[in-house]
């Protein structure tokens, strides 16, 4: 027996012993998983799940040890994920710690932020939010002006994030401040790690059209950051930046996915307007509308998984994430209004009596997919992108 | 069931691409419109000799063996060409009848085709049938057809028809020797081969029941997206080229923001258009959801051919409306595409029954 099957018989048997049953059960959304830090109170199973993977190294499997991490290789990592996955395990951590701060400070972080940071990331003690757009600079990030002026070992930082999610629940903000204003935009930038609890932070959350949302404002008065804090150079936090925000737009088109879209939108039809003779959506020009839109969710599914045996086969990543994305968040947004389309006048309420749960589940996931060609870089940009990027269009 | 091409295929892909390149111009394509059968006979044996029309089918009926995601490669290149040789008429729709059909017709006729030997139309299309492949008014009694059956693709030059007639049981297809029928050769704005037949008491050999047409058409409309996508791709490169060098207002339009997102729109559409092409080949070859695949490919790729074509003369500005320029020929090659063996709504249709909507 290989040293990958001994590790998968070994790990398969910890996670039977060790998992707790609920942890197999399907979730939802993933507001009902471990995102850790101090803020929120989680569920025992929860603490209990991630405290055991914790003590593994199973929460940050590839991660170096001695921060904390599983310090497994890529084909062990693998197995890891299939025996999780063959038991329905959920994640035992997610988090902007895990996903997105972690992975850049082990790639530019000093060792003293790697020691300081990881390991409170792989235990799960510490929750991270990204304090990036700003009310004047959103598609333009690199116009940034929230400010921070030296003072000693420290920056004192002023200004003001919006969209930073679950800023009201997170114990650290890596965020983008303005450092040298007469520079060229992208080059006055420095990327900070900030504690949430210093004096001068206020958070307030943003209420969307769709009802409460996970979004904040965050209003930053005088507040000290030691240059400690700083990873990468100062004036050089573009760069960072850069790297992040290429994985946060492959994971945005992931997010919108629910696995039983499909059928549910089917047996929805089905039961709203009826079915004919042969046993077809009774409706034709609804039924044409769904089919369309699961046809072209075919082949952007199809393309995801070219894109994989691509990458298998050695291809080089070029810029499909931005397909992905566009594509990926327009067809969740036919969905949601073809949901609504088949509800009829069920699809009106806003809560209260004669509108069901899941109508006005509906209603709001349809209100809240407005957004999603906004957020993660606008459909605009990706198109941007897509021309100059991959077509090689001239600029002006 | 990988969506990607190996080594071979890629290939096989570069050698179709220099011999379209070096063997088959527009300017022959455009001559041949008014040709008595639109291909040239010479180019056909060429590609027999390179062994294209036997590329899918087993070795032991002379093929190459090699399955249909190799014809497919070979099949964008010649579309991107818009080259008019039988492909679809002989091979696609011909070689798979007998591929499906009767052993022995199976074994008297599939090496002739694979060597380039012989050329099969199959006639199923009749006046106000549209897209049903259930109704015939042609018949097949006492071993001879009556009928008449229009747009025959590549009926001009058959030496062998097969021909849709309703016969005992329903449906089926019949081989019938094309030198005793009367046709018609017919001109469509693509200008490649299409004939009226007329059939009138002609001797017929069964070849297959009710369920082969469809399983045939399924076939040749998987290949058919193939030759779609990289006309597509052609019109797309062209546009493309276009944008980046034709300057107005001192600039070159490729500058301007609402024509870049246009032709990003474009890009995304190829992008999608080559999943479902190659997975729909891949489905043939692995065996699998034929019938499905197919509709989903050809509904995705009726809609984005002809979207594509008309952006790119739009793109092109009055020029892209010349007959001196070449647009003009992919519109045509996507109209007619889109509407053989189906257009979007039907394939849609189509699917969703497959599918239980």
């Known amino acids: 027996m290989s040293d990958l099957d001994t590790f998968r018989a070994e790990t398969r048997a910890w996670l039977i012993a060790n998992a707790p049953e609920s942890m197999r059960a399907p979730y939802r959304t993933t507001e009902e998983l471990c995102w850790g830090g101090k803020k929120v109170a989680y569920p025992a199973d929860v603490l209990r799940w991630r405290d055991a993977c914790v003590e593994r190294g199973f929460t940050a499997p590839t991660w170096p040890r001695e921060y904390g991490g599983g310090g497994l290789d890529k084909a062990s990592a693998k197995v890891l994920a299939e025996e999780m996955a063959a038991q329905r395990l959920r994640p035992p951590l997610i988090g902007f710690g895990l996903s997105m701060i972690g992975p850049l400070l082990l790639q530019e972080g000093s060792e003293a932020l790697r020691r300081e940071h990881i390991p409170a990331i792989v235990r799960g003690d510490i929750r991270w939010c990204q304090g990036y757009s700003e009310p004047g600079a959103g ?3 690199a116009s940034l002006q929230t400010r921070a002026v030296a003072d000693g070992d420290a920056f004192i930082v002023n200004g003001q994030k919006i969209w930073t999610s679950y800023a009201d629940k997170s114990d650290w903000m890596f965020l983008l401040v303005r450092t040298d204003p007469a520079a060229r ?13 210093s004096p001068g932070v206020t958070v307030r959350p943003i209420r969307l059209i769709s009802g409460a949302s996970p979004f904040c404002e965050t209003f930053l008065a005088d507040v000290r950051v030691p240059m400690a804090n700083v990873v990468g150079r100062v004036n050089g936090g573009w760069a960072m930046a850069r790297a992040l925000l290429t994985h946060e737009r492959t994971m945005i088109a992931d997010v919108f996915r629910d696995r039983d879209d499909a059928d549910r939108l089917r047996t929805a039809a089905r039961a709203a307007v009826g079915v004919d003779a042969l046993g077809r959506i009774a409706d034709p020009v609804l039924r044409d509308r769904i089919v369309a839109l699961e046809i072209d969710q075919a082949c952007f599914d199809l393309t995801l998984a070219r894109s994989r045996d691509a990458a298998k086969a050695g291809a080089r990543p070029g810029h499909e994430s931005s397909i992905f994305k566009l594509v990926g968040t327009e067809l969740n947004q036919r969905r949601r209004d073809l949901a609504v389309r088949v509800n009829g006048p069920q699809a009106l309420g806003w809560d209260g009596p004669g509108f069901g749960e899941d109508d006005i589940k509906a209603t709001r996931d349809w209100l809240r997919s407005r957004g999603n060609t906004i957020e993660g870089g606008t459909s605009e940009i990706q198109l941007n992108i897509i021309s100059k990027r991959v077509l090689a269009l001239p600029e002006k | 069931m990988t969506l990607v091409l190996d080594e071979d295929q890629k290939l096989l892909a570069d050698a179709a691409r220099d011999f379209v390149a070096t063997r088959s111009s527009l300017k022959r394509v455009r001559a041949l419109r008014d040709d008595d059968i639109g291909f040239s006979r010479e180019l056909w044996r060429e590609m027999a000799r390179l062994g294209w029309p036997g590329l899918p089918f087993p070795e032991e009926l002379g093929g190459a063996g090699l399955g249909w995601r190799y014809l497919m490669v070979v099949l964008e290149e010649l579309g991107a060409g818009l080259a008019p040789e039988p492909l679809v008429s002989t091979v696609l729709l011909g070689g798979s009848a007998f591929l499906y059909g009767d052993p022995d017709l199976r074994r008297e006729h599939l090496p002739r085709i694979a060597a380039g030997d012989e050329l099969v139309a199959v006639a199923y299309q009749e006046a106000g049938t549209r897209y049903a492949l259930d109704r015939a008014t042609t018949r097949f009694a006492a071993g001879t057809i009556v009928g008449e059956k229009v747009q025959v693709m590549g009926g001009s030059s058959a030496d062998w028809l097969i021909v849709s007639a309703h016969g ?34 002609v001797p017929a050999t069964p070849l297959g029941g009710p369920g082969l047409l469809a399983r045939v058409i399924d076939v040749a409309t998987i290949g058919l997206c193939a030759e779609m996508l990289g006309a597509m791709g052609a019109a797309f490169a062209m546009t493309l080229a276009y944008l980046k060098t034709r300057t107005q207002f001192g600039v070159p339009i490729g500058s301007f923001q609402a024509l870049q997102h246009r032709a990003a729109r474009l890009y995304i559409d190829l992008e999608l258009c ?3 092409t190659m997975h729909a080949h891949a489905v043939l070859d692995a065996g699998g959801d034929v019938a499905r695949a197919a ?3 050809k509904a995705k790729l009726s809609d984005a051919f002809l979207r594509v074509a008309e952006e790119a003369i739009q793109l092109h500005g009055g020029i892209g409306m010349t007959e001196e ?17 189906g257009d979007a709504a039907h394939h849609r249709a ?8």
Do not use: C
Not at chain 2, 168 to 193: F, K, N, S, W
Not at chain 2, 325 to 341: N, P, Q, S, W
């Open chain 1, 139 to 141: 598609s333009d990030l």
């Open chain 1, 185 to 197: 935009n992208q080059d006055g930038i420095t990327f900070l790690l900030m504690d949430m609890s």
């Open chain 2, 168 to 201: 005992p049981g329903g449906v089926g297809l019949y081989v019938v020797d094309a030198t005793r029928v009367r046709r018609t050769r017919q001109h469509r704005i693509d200008g490649r081969d299409a004939a009226i037949v007329r059939l009138d008491g």
């Open chain 2, 274 to 276: 080559r999943s479902a």
């Open chain 2, 295 to 297: 509709s989903l490919a």
């Open chain 2, 325 to 341: 320029h070449d647009l003009g020929l992919y519109l045509k090659r996507a109209r007619v595409a889109e509407i053989t063996f």
């Open chain 2, 350 to 357: 189509r699917w969703a029954e497959l599918s239980g909507y």
